[in-house]
């Protein structure tokens, strides 16, 4: 099993442009996240999602879209990439039972300049 | 989602053993208390999971009081990899699973 994988492994995009961030497993886990974390920061939850069509906000999802056709993949949209959204990136993924063992990407570092 | 408290920062010595506490006051009768751990540059890596009592791994130990509303992390005998950041996690399927991360616990240990 591969687990989570995220790509691209680093990216620089300029403002304004628009990129979107891949996240996939291989683990038949129903719920997946999307996180960013800032220098010197926790995780931030961006959106998650509990199953295939099914996509919810979390803490700061502005400027982010999500979409969830398939079990396996959850991928991260940015529209219109401002400087703010310099950070690093990690997609996880978990059975979403009464345990909450979540198993993560090793991340996407973003750079907006 | 109860709210969880940590201490910003620790510092040990290797050998030593490291205990972090975590506050949870409002946790409620479902939720799960979860410890990750998170090297620089990589993602959280789960650790050990409880719900009351005590649980041990071959990594950490949880320690629950009765009343739950705190947690303990213990690492025996820590080195110099152990260095890292630690996010207590409480939450519930119900909750939606959220997995909502705190500030963590920046543990640095020392030679």
């Known amino acids: 099993n591969a687990g989570v994988t995220q790509t691209p492994k680093f990216r620089i995009l300029k403002i304004g442009q628009s990129m979107t961030l891949q996240c996939a497993q291989d683990?038949?886990?129903?719920?997946m996240y999307w996180y960013r974390q800032d220098p010197g920061m926790g995780l931030k939850l961006i959106y998650y999602?509990?199953?295939?069509?099914?996509?919810d906000k979390g803490e700061v999802p502005n400027g982010y879209n999500v979409s969830r056709s398939t079990t396996e993949d959850f991928p991260l949209r940015l529209e219109l990439a401002a400087p703010s959204q310099t950070s690093v990136y990690f997609c996880?993924?978990?059975?979403?039972?009464?345990?909450?063992?979540?198993?993560f990407g090793q991340g996407t570092r973003l750079t907006v300049v | 989602l109860a709210k969880t408290t940590q201490p910003i920062s620790m510092d040990s010595y290797e050998g030593q053993e490291v205990n972090i506490t975590c506050s949870h006051n409002n946790i409620a009768t479902n939720d799960y208390i979860t410890w990750y751990q998170q090297f620089p540059s990589q993602g959280p890596r789960f650790i050990i999971q409880?719900?009351?009592t005590k649980v041990t791994n071959e990594v950490a130990s949880l320690f629950i009081p009765a009343d739950r509303k705190s947690s303990t992390l213990s690492l025996p005998r820590v080195s110099l990899s152990d260095t890292a950041v630690y996010y207590c996690l409480v939450g519930d399927k119900a909750a939606g699973n959220k997995l909502t991360f705190g500030g963590g616990t920046r543990v640095l240990v020392k030679p």
């Open positions: 409880g719900y009351k």
């Open positions: 999602s509990v199953g295939a069509g099914i996509t």
């Open positions: 683990m038949n886990h129903n719920y």
């Open positions: 996880a993924s978990s059975y979403g039972d009464r345990d909450t063992e979540a198993f």
